[in-house]
């Protein structure tokens, strides 16, 4: 037993040091579907997608943990229409469009196949590109994923209609000006996330169980995303694992709004997520 602890030790001291390295960021835009679509390339190995949480960036959702997962892979971060360096166009915005707008970015980079990792909005657009693009998609790593109006508390939608930039979390204005100092731009960011989650619809049960691709169901036990609705939508996909974590929204992967920037979740987590990648 002490020899397993010790074990443990050393691989979440080992992952620690991996996270707390610097990964250099190479910034590209890609034309996509009419956008100028900002993406990040870091490390190497097999490719990984990230896709960031509603009203965030690269930096925001990732930041924690990008640097260990781009020693083990070829990290694709991208930033999706209106948010962070990716200005928002004339078209509507919806979790599809982003999908496919992530795998027109794929094939431009001549990446036939990738395993796709969301947190939050991205965990949607994740299940919408293997729902839309299965063909591109290796493993998902949906990471407190919505698919139905009922995974969220009560009153929870009913917020959206009225919701002002004020109500915004601070951390996630200020890691958007960071990159895009334009009050303007912020302000389209919230309010095209606002509309999209006050429409948003149920995704069938029917096309969640035509998924294919092996999948890992990561949630907080206090999540705004209820940690019954990560367990219905594990046993919807044919093939998923399920991870119950400590913690609320992003807290386990060290997400920018993340009240305790000293815990160790996010290096625990990004063991479980290497460790399922690695199969």
Not at 2 to 18: D, G, N, S, W
Not at 226 to 238: R, T, W
């Amino acid at each position: 037993m002490r020899h397993k602890y010790l074990l443990l030790l050393f691989v979440l001291t080992f992952i620690h040091l991996q996270m707390n390295a610097q990964s250099p960021a190479t910034g590209h835009y890609a034309p996509v579907n009419g956008l100028k679509l900002y993406y990040e390339l870091h490390g190497s190995g097999t490719p990984l997608v990230l896709l960031h949480g509603g009203g965030s960036t690269i930096q925001s959702t990732y930041g924690r943990i990008l640097p260990a997962l781009a020693k083990k892979h070829r990290v694709i971060a991208i930033e999706l229409q209106a948010h962070g360096h990716t200005a928002d166009i004339d078209r509507p915005l919806s979790f599809e469009q982003d999908a496919d707008d992530v795998a027109a970015l794929l094939k431009q980079l001549h990446i036939s196949k990738a395993s796709i990792m969301g947190f939050s909005n991205g965990g949607t657009t994740a299940l919408q590109m293997a729902i839309r693009h299965p063909e591109a998609v290796d493993k998902l790593v949906l990471i407190a994923a919505l698919y139905n109006r009922s995974g969220v508390p009560p009153g929870f939608f009913e917020g959206f209609p009225n919701a002002t930039l004020e109500q915004m979390p601070k951390p996630l204005q200020e890691a958007y000006l960071a990159v895009n100092p334009d009050p303007k731009g912020l302000q389209a960011m919230f309010h095209r996330d606002a509309t999209r989650m006050a429409a948003f619809k149920d995704i069938p049960d029917t096309a969640i169980r035509r998924i294919q691709a092996p999948a890992l169901v990561i949630n907080g036990d206090a999540e705004v995303i209820l940690a019954a609705h990560a367990m219905a939508l594990s046993h919807l996909l044919p093939h998923a694992r399920l991870a119950i974590l400590p913690g609320g929204h992003g807290e386990y992967i060290g997400e920018v709004c993340a009240p305790d920037k000293k815990s160790i979740m996010p290096e625990v987590t990004t063991a479980i997520i290497l460790e399922f990648l690695a199969k």
